[in-house]
């Protein structure tokens, strides 16, 4: 299945206690079915929200994206790692990740027909 966005991310279907039927696969929409929780996946709700509010699009990707930065952290946790040295390692992890991306990057300009 293909959205107007261009989405291959199959539909999902969610039914409620009061058996009302929601199928989308727009991950915004699908967030604000759940009733939920847990402190992470509260947060997991809210990075959704906030990628929805700023790009409109992605609400999945970030959802699942901060889904496997968090099950990666899970062994260092239960290690007890202090919370805030991961967030130092994913801070400086990103810094790199993006120091990279700007030395690898190729200028295109405006009017060039490539």
Known sequence: MVDSRGSHTPPFLGLTLVGEVTISNDGATIMKLLDIVHPAAKALVDIARSQDNEVGDGTTTVVVLAGELLKEIREFINEGVNPRTIVR???????????????????????DPE
């Open 89 to 111: 390692g994913y801070r400086e992890a990103g810094r790199l990740a993006v120091d990279k991306v700007k030395e690898i990057a190729v200028k295109i300009e405006k009017d």
